[in-house]
């Protein structure tokens, strides 16, 4: 089986993910870390990431792999584990201008769709694009404010700089983000994290 959980920036998609996958008993698959860590290489090599040509050559000859458990994700790049350097500020700024690359989008649904399921799989376009045959599909919502206020433990800046970030970032993200017609949307807004998590394995099907 294959559940996907898509949804707008900070709704809670990989800790929902998580929770869903431990009490199924199989890995989540976080995509956005695979986008993270495109972007992270290529600033680590000075390019510009709107040159997709410099950028694929690059991840061709440093391969990313990524790790998929049910309690996180990890990216490796050989021994190198990149997984901590993935949520920074920089990355977060940078990240969307990758993901509009069509041949890194490419090269990203190629590596997930080669995972053995069963498997949640979490991000933008698991459910119409990567994975449209997913058993349950869900996509996840919430106000701006609300998202920068749960991330704001995760980043130095303050609740309205990190709203801003975000928004900025759904507007850049848009084109891949529009939700499956078969998904269940939820806002998260009103939820505790464990009050989401049930809601979407109720909606499971047996
Ligand atoms: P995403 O993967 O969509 O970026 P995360 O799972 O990283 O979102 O969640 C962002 C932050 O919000 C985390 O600190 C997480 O613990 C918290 N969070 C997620 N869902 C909820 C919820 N329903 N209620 C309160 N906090 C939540
Ligand atoms: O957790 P958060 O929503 O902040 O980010 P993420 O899921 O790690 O995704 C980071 C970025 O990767 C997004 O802002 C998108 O630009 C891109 N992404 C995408 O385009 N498609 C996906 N399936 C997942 C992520």
């Not at 698959?29 to 709107?50: F, I, K, M, P, W």
């Amino acid at each position: 089986m294959i559940v996907t959980i898509d949804g707008v920036a900070a709704s809670g998609k990989s800790s929902v993910s998580s929770g869903v996958a431990r009490a199924l008993g199989v890995p989540y698959v976080s995509s956005g870390l695979l986008y993270r860590a495109a972007t992270l290489l290529g600033l680590e090599a000075g390019l510009d990431l709107h040159g997709a040509a410099k950028l694929l050559a690059h991840l061709q000859a440093h391969p990313l792999r990524l790790e998929p458990l049910a309690g996180g994700n990890r990216v490796w790049q050989g021994e190198r584990e990149l997984t901590g350097g993935l949520h920074s500020t920089r990355v977060d700024a940078g990240v969307s201008v990758v993901a509009a690359l069509p041949d890194v989008r490419g090269w990203v649904d190629a590596q997930l769709r080669a995972l053995p399921a069963p498997f949640v799989a979490e991000g933008r376009d698991m459910g119409t694009t990567v994975f449209p045959q997913a058993q349950a599909k869900f996509y996840l919502t919430a106000s701006p404010r609300i998202r920068a206020q749960r991330r704001a433990s995760e980043r130095p800046e303050d609740v309205p700089a990190i709203e801003a970030a975000l928004v900025r970032r759904d507007l850049l993200d848009r084109v891949q983000s529009a939700p499956a017609p078969d998904a269940v949307v939820i806002d998260t807004g009103p939820l505790t994290l464990d009050g989401v998590i049930q809601t979407v394995l109720a909606q499971l099907p047996q």
